[in-house]
Structures are given as C-alpha cells and as structure tokens.
C-alpha cells in the first residue's frame, strides 16, 4: 500500500456536478481528492482486504443469530426492550439486506483489524461504486495510470444484481432527509441501480412519511409503504413516535441490522473471538478491563461520522471529536495503527453486498479520527 500524487482530471469537477455529486465539496472543504491515489497489490487486496471482510462478515453473522436469541444480550446492545420481537421475528424471518461497510484498520504490515461495522446506513457508496471507477477509466485513458491497473470495486453490478432479489412486484420507496446532499446523493444513486433491477422506484423525505387508520406506513400520495430503503438508523427509528407501528419485511436495511451497526457488538465479538487476528480487543466501558488497556478508543455505541469519540493514551487524552452522541453507553476498543504518510491517515473501507466483499474506499484525514469531511481518496491494484 502506498499513497501517491497524481495529476487532477481537468474536468472532474463538471463531471461531478453532471451526475448529481454536489457533495465533492462540503462546507467549502474539499471532500473528493482527484489529485492522489492509494495503490495496493492485488495480493494486498485479496488475502489482506477481502478475506478478512468476508470472514469478519461471517462472525457477525453468527453473532447475529445468537443475539436475537438472549434477552441479556439485546440489552446489553440498547435495543428497546418492546422492539425485542421485531428484531428477532426479522431476523427468524429471512428478511434481505442490501450492504454494509467496515471500517478497517491497516498499516501496510500486519493483518486488518474491524474497527466498526457500518451495517445499517452507511454513505460513501456512490463515490466508492461510481465515481472512483469512472477516475480509473479516466486516468488510464489519459495515460496517468497504465492500462492494466484494475480496482476493487463490483459494487454497481453487485447492487443491481442484489436489488434483483426483490421482487418488482410494488414501488420501492427511497427515503432520506432530502436537504441534505450527501444522503439524497446515496439514496439517488441506490434508486438508479434500482431501477437498472426492474424496479419501480419514488424518493420520499423520511418526515413525509405518514401512517394510515390501519397503521401501515404511507407516501406523500397516500399510497401505501409495503418496501422502503431508509437512510434513518434503526437506534433512531426505534425510539420515535411511530415505532409501534414498525414490522419485519417493510424496511431496508432490516430491523436484525439495529444488531450489527451497533458498536456493542465490538465487545461481544471479542468475548467470543479473542485473539483473532482481525479483531481488537474490546470492552464496555463499566467493565474493569476498559481502564487497564493503555492505548484505547473510546465510542458511544450509536456514534457516527466519529463523534464524541476519545483516543486516549497512558490516561491522557491523544484526540477527542465533538458531536451530540455523548449520552448513551460507551465502548472501549485498543487503539490501531492507520497507514500514515505525510501526516495523512488512512481508514479503509471495505464493502459488503448482500453477503460479498464487493469494493472498497479509501477516507484519509490529518487527525486520527475520520469524521464527516474526511477525504475520499480513489484507489487502484498495481501489476
């Protein structure tokens, strides 16, 4: 792995805004990097990268299966205590999943360690399925890069091909907070690979959403809900106000993935797992172990975009991020070392579709914990 200084595409930035990436810029910060390149060997990419995705995949899987199964453990995790069933009768029913993301830490040597699993609504699928292959076929055409570079990256024609295994048979609805560019950016792109599936598809906002005398959930045209992608955490959805009124079989990702994107399962793999190799050792915070590890991380278990999580060392604190996650239970994971050059640090992002390492998308940025504006930065497999 090594991180390399390219050439812009001169015209990237129209290209951009032609298909809907508004987002390359956020808040007058630099989102996209066309001008640098992260290249790994292809061996890299399979034994190091996708292996251990498949394999990390696998465990919480298993993990899954057995949670649903304990009342303890589904406390332990912070789900709702009247949503127990919903989460177990989705799971129990074979509802289907469309993707994920872990986050992975690795510095070039040693094996990846999971940082997190993404699992429920994570963003970055367009810049890494779309945009970044559409920058390979541009730099190799233009001679920046050789003609046999290749990329990881299946995840176009794996979404179609896992929105193919729903049956076209009513609308699928895509709902996300519309003002925001980023995650109507995600849900367009997801409809459009929707739509290449057969399927009839509508935009919804997620406050448009209604609910009928008969409690089923309804559209902006009073249409019924009966199949929704939804850019809204299962944390979130499952302390509203119409969360009575939520079922197996309607909602993407399912309810059984409030169980995977939760950080509690950070600790719950290593008390089943220890010593794995792609996994660090992790705990609860209110267990006495949490305080005797001298390098640690610190997460709420709902955090996202790296909110209010704490990096410290030998008690003293490296790094800490603001954000409005501070309140719920933490967990607390041994710190990992990131690929680091030039004072850029690397997290990378490995994709699941459905059940498949499917690509992967590299976010860099100066201080050691990735937060919303850290950059997306293309990668390409040397020969």
Known sequence: MRRLILPERPDWRDKARAVGFGFHEMYGEPYWLDGAAYAFSLAEIEDRIEAPTEVLHELCMDLVAEVVESERELRRLGIPEAHFDLVRDSWRGGDRHLYGRFDLAYDGTGPVRMLEYNADTPTSIFEAAWFQHNWLIDQTEAGVLPDDVDQFNSLQESLIEAFASFAPDRIFHFACWVANDEDRGTAAYLMDCAVQAGHRVEMIDIRAIGVDAQGRFTDRHERTIDRCFKLYPWEDMLREPFAAHLKPGVFIEPAWKSIVSNKGILPLLWERHPGHPNLLPAFFAADPRATARAH???????????????????????????????????????FAPLFETNGLHAVLGSWMIGDRPAGLGVREDAGLITRNLSRFVPHFIEN
Do not use: C, L
């Open 296 to 334: 640690t991380v610190s997460k709420p278990m709902f955090s996202r975009e790296g909110e209010n999580i704490t990096i410290m060392k030998n008690g003293q604190i490296v790094e800490a991020a603001e954000g409005s996650y501070g309140g719920e239970q933490r967990v607390v994971q041994d």
